[in-house]
């Protein structure tokens, strides 16, 4: 079945750059996102790829897939301590009738940035 | 634009009791999922409709769980009876059919404590 792993903690300096990794098992996955989770609140979309593409850069934020690998990675640039919260990686498998739209959730990747 | 409302925010109730969680997604959209988040998870999806239709329930414990979605809008997601084990969080969210992306917006979410 499919799986999607996290490494669990990450702790960063404030104004530095945050990398947070993810692996994935679904080679049909079609889409893969990032989540933040901040205490007490839902998941706030931050970016997704298109499985074909290799980079997508959002203001901060930088999104890099290696499909042979099945990695995915989010650096943030100049992490802010707003940043800290818990990141999720998702994938969505290619599209079928029991899977449209399906997501499949690592454990989540809780960032702390510190001043 | 609202969000996706949901409502409690919060209940504690005792094992072997029933607990009924409301959703109200996004205007619009037709497809609207519940998730369970347990603490230290991932979310993990319980049930997925499209308009007034279930897509996907097969991680639904469907002995205990049971979900519904009158009119294509609202949805109310039922416990009974609750297990220690069903201490979590619910989230709903909802996507707009034929967004390519998939994109899923989330609710606050309902933290649910069964003692």
């Known amino acids: 079945g499919e799986d999607v792993e996290q490494s669990l903690f990450l702790s960063v300096r404030e104004g530095d750059s945050s990398v947070i990794n993810c692996t994935y098992t679904?080679?049909?996955?079609?889409?893969l996102y990032w989540y933040k989770q901040e205490p007490g609140a839902g998941l706030q979309l931050l970016t997704y790829?298109?499985?074909?593409?290799d980079m997508k850069q959002d203001q901060r934020l930088t999104v890099l897939l290696n499909k042979k690998d099945k990695h995915l990675s989010l650096r943030i640039a100049d992490t802010q301590t707003g940043d800290s919260a818990i990141y999720f990686c998702?994938?969505?498998?290619?599209?079928?009738?029991?899977?449209?739209?399906?997501?499949?959730f690592g454990a989540g990747t809780q960032v702390v940035v510190t001043p | 634009e609202a969000g996706v409302a949901q409502s409690p925010r919060y209940k504690i109730i005792e094992k072997r009791q029933s607990v009924a969680f409301w959703c109200n997604p996004i205007s619009g959209h037709a497809t609207l999922y519940w998730y369970q988040q347990i603490l230290g998870q991932g979310p993990k999806l319980l049930i997925q409709f499209q308009n007034n239709g279930v897509v996907d329930d097969s991680q639904l414990p469907k002995d205990r769980f049971s979900a519904e979605r009158l009119k294509g809008v609202d949805s109310t997601l039922k416990i009974q009876p609750a297990k220690l084990e069903d201490s979590a969080v619910y989230l709903c969210?909802?996507?707009?059919?034929?967004?390519?992306?998939?994109?899923?917006?989330f609710g606050p979410g309902t933290r649910l404590t069964v003692t």
């Open positions: 998702a994938e969505t498998p290619l599209m079928t009738t029991d899977s449209w739209g399906k997501l499949q």
């Open positions: 679904d080679s049909s996955s079609t889409y």
């Open positions: 969210a909802s996507s707009f059919l034929g967004v390519p992306s998939y994109e899923q917006y």
């Open positions: 790829i298109f499985s074909n593409m």
